[in-house]
T-cell receptor, first 112, second 112 residues
């Protein structure tokens, strides 16, 4: 099992450009999450999904959109990148029975 | 609202020293509590968890006890190793969709 994988690992964008981060999990988990990690602030929830075709806003959703067209994939989109979105992005998933979330290796995004 | 507060780092210890990282929480319901560890360049890995009051989570020599009366979940290890050097995150989860709230992280440096 690969667990949770994220694509790409690194990306540099210019202000105003768009991109999509892909998260894939092979554990048949229902719930998936996107977080951002900033120095001294821990992880903050951007959006989450409780199943295929569903999405919901987290703590810091502005400037991001998500889609969950397939159960195993959760996409995070930035339509018009801003320097404030420079961060490390983590995806996580969990099944419905257990509390712990499983994390991907992260995507380091820099917006100049 | 729900939140987690953990001691700021970095914490620098010599090998075989005793480790305590403090974590306190505020929660509106009955949270589950977690410690995650992040090694350089990697995602978060679950270290231990406790799902109800007085539960003790343990793994790899680390322990933490869910104290409802003091709303705390302090991480301890009797004898740290250089390989324990990492960033440690305390987290709580509440609600049916298992939203996680993370502390800001504590960096541990263990010197030989």
């Amino acid at each position: 099992n690969a667990g949770v994988t994220q694509t790409p690992k690194f990306r540099v964008l210019k202000t105003g450009q768009s991109m999509t981060l892909l998260c894939a999990q092979d554990m048949n988990h229902e719930y998936m999450y996107w977080y951002r990690q900033d120095p001294g602030m821990g992880l903050r929830l951007i959006h989450y999904s409780v199943g295929e075709g569903t999405t919901a806003k987290g703590e810091v959703p502005d400037g991001y959109n998500v889609s969950r067209l397939k159960k195993q994939n959760f996409l995070l989109g930035l339509e018009s990148a801003a320097p404030s979105q420079t961060s490390v992005y983590f995806c996580a998933s969990r099944d419905t029975l257990y509390y712990e979330q499983y994390f991907g290796p992260g995507t380091r995004l820099t917006v100049t | 609202g729900d939140s987690v507060t953990q001691m700021e780092g970095p914490v620098t210890l010599s090998e075989e020293a005793f480790l305590t990282i403090n974590c306190t929480y505020t929660a509106t319901g009955y949270p589950s509590l977690f410690w995650y560890v992040q090694y350089p360049g990697e995602g978060l890995q679950l270290l231990l968890k406790a799902t109800k009051a007085d539960d003790k989570g343990s793994n790899k020599g680390f322990e933490a006890t869910y104290r409802k009366e003091t709303t705390s979940f302090h991480l301890e290890k009797g004898s740290v190793q250089v390989s324990d050097s990492a960033v440690y995150f305390c987290a709580l989860s509440v609600g049916s969709v298992n939203k996680f709230y993370f502390g800001s992280g504590t960096k541990l440096n263990v010197k030989p």
